[in-house]
């Protein structure tokens, strides 16, 4: 086993010349570094010195004669604007997503797997854990055709307030709370609830409800209703044209916390009917099939 010594400024160390033709080694080389976690591991050294050695040991690079070059290249440091946008994947999950000014990207607690696709962050949540045959194991009990489940996973998921969010649930129930940033989602057979958002808008919800709490005022809000129901509040600052339209279904607009159905709601086979909250600079677009929506208005 290598030792590691003292390097004097004139190059001599404890041992003699280091050869001309090799530079000696330090911390920041494999083998070194090595030496060095085993030293502390065996009580050799003890770890302030072994700290203190690799934190004043050059880099490899400096070590091969170019003190102008650092032992990580800048291009190769992970940079978080190359980080555009965050998808949250779950299934059968209850989550629950906030806002957090702390987190640089994101932050999960509980069973989940991360990696990044292009400019985005995936983070996936799964229901359960997968067998290497790649059977689904479902958590739970069963005698005979009495079959019992345990209750959903429990998630949490803390995201930096500028990151762009989209969510594809499948039969889960997530809580998204006080977001900013452009939020889409995609529920399958799940619930979604939505509060305080603030920011683009747009999604979808199959089979399944949604209730949305936002202040809307982009151009290109967008939010689609398949055999599902959605209710959708607007918050006051709401600056939006609201257009809605139903097939074989019916979309219903309230003023404020009384539901008074008003006249030109659409129900039947199909219609279309709009909505000025604000000035109406931007552009909201409702579509339900075979379902039904319901508006409140600020």
């Not at 489940?149 to 998630?155: C, E, H, K, S």
Request: glycine share 10%.
């Amino acid at each position: 086993m290598d030792e590691i010594h003292d390097v004097r400024d004139d190059g001599d160390t404890d041992r003699g010349h280091a050869p001309q033709d090799e530079p000696a080694r330090t911390p920041e080389a494999p083998g070194a570094l090595r030496d060095v976690l085993t030293r502390v591991a065996i009580g050799d050294l003890d770890p302030q010195t072994a700290a203190a050695l690799l934190q004043q040991a050059p880099g490899p690079a400096a070590a091969a004669g170019d003190p102008g070059r650092s032992a990580v290249r800048p291009e190769d440091r992970p940079r978080e604007s190359a980080v555009a946008g965050l998808t949250i994947s779950a299934t059968g999950v209850r989550v629950t997503v906030v806002p957090d000014p702390s987190v640089a990207t994101v932050l999960a607690e509980g069973p989940h797997q991360i990696h990044q696709e292009g400019d985005r962050l995936v983070l996936e949540l799964p229901d359960r854990p997968i067998d290497p045959d790649g059977f689904t194991v479902r958590p739970g009990w069963q005698w005979g055709k009495l079959r019992v489940d345990w209750p959903l996973r429990v998630g949490k998921v803390r995201v930096n307030p500028a990151l762009p969010i989209r969510l594809d649930l499948t039969a889960s129930d997530a809580q998204v709370r006080g977001t900013r940033a452009p939020l889409e989602f995609g529920c399958l057979s799940g619930s979604l609830n939505i509060t305080d958002h603030r920011g683009p808008l747009r999604g979808t919800v199959t089979t399944g409800s949604a209730r949305i709490e936002a202040q809307l005022s982009a151009a290109d809000d967008a939010l689609s209703c398949d055999m599902s129901s959605l209710k959708l509040t607007l918050l006051a600052g709401s600056d939006t044209t609201v257009t809605a339209t139903a097939e074989m279904g019916a979309v219903k607009f309230a003023d404020g916390k009384a539901v008074r159905t008003r006249p030109d709601d659409i129900t039947g086979l199909r219609g279309t009917t709009t909505a000025t909250v604000g000035s109406g600079r931007g552009a909201l677009a409702i579509a339900v099939r075979m379902g039904s929506g319901k508006v409140m208005l600020p």
